[in-house]
Antibody, heavy 116, light 107 residues
């Protein structure tokens, strides 16, 4: 059974940093591209970032490029999102999802709140 | 970036109704479009990929069509479990982008 489990969310002050993680099981992690998608409270879905299976290729949404960094540790079947210079508008549930195209498996999400 | 626009934003329907949601892209995306269903407090669930391919385990009352810039998601006979929010997503180019969502409500 494929499982994705995010962690690391919490309350952070504007301008601060946070790293969220996603541990994956049930499939060969290093063969799969992965993505982060977020959802602000009461709002729609926003694609944040994607990474290739090898970790060599990455891409970002316009609103986070230059502040967020996606990475992965294939030996630990773990996906990461390092978030720097956080703003109030980054407040959202952050989901990890399989694939760079249609996302067939999703985690349950972790809430990141940016507030003073 | 490619903009995705869904219509309507909200749809009121009854059990048994045929429901159609439209998604328009700001430029051609070929057939590289997915549809998701999301219920409150839950992660999205993939319904359709490559515009018209049904994901594994998705009921056959769901169907997708279209290519280029205009796409539709159809539910042939709305069931109680189908009241939810639906999103389209293009994956023709980076960054991937979603439509704003269509909420299907009980009439």
């Amino acid at each position: 059974e494929v499982q994705l489990l995010e962690s690391g969310g919490g309350l952070v002050q504007p301008g601060g940093s946070l790293r969220v993680s996603c541990v994956v099981s049930g499939f060969t992690f290093n063969n799969y591209p992965m993505s982060w998608v977020r959802q602000a409270p009461g709002k729609g879905l926003e694609w944040v970032s994607g990474i290739s299976g090898s970790g060599i290729t990455t891409n970002y949404g316009d609103s986070v490029r230059g502040r967020f960094t996606i990475s992965r540790d294939n030996s630990r079947s773990t996906l990461y999102l390092q978030m720097n210079s956080l703003r109030a508008e980054d407040t959202a549930v952050y989901f990890c999802a399989t694939g760079w195209n249609a996302h067939d498996y999703w985690g349950q999400g972790t809430l990141v709140t940016v507030s003073s | 970036d490619i903009q995705m626009t869904q219509s309507p934003s909200t749809l009121s329907a009854s059990v048994g109704d045929r429901v159609t949601i439209t998604c328009r892209a700001s430029q051609s995306i070929g057939g590289w479009l997915a549809w998701y269903q999301q219920k409150p407090g839950k992660a999205p669930n993939l319904l359709i990929y490559k515009a018209s391919s049904l994901d594994s385990g998705v009921p056959s009352r769901f169907s997708g069509s279209g290519s280029g810039t205009e796409f539709t998601l159809t539910i042939s006979s709305l069931q109680p479990d189908d009241f939810a929010t639906y999103y389209c997503q293009q994956y023709n180019s980076n960054p991937r982008t979603f439509g704003q969502g269509t909420k299907v409500e009980i009439k």
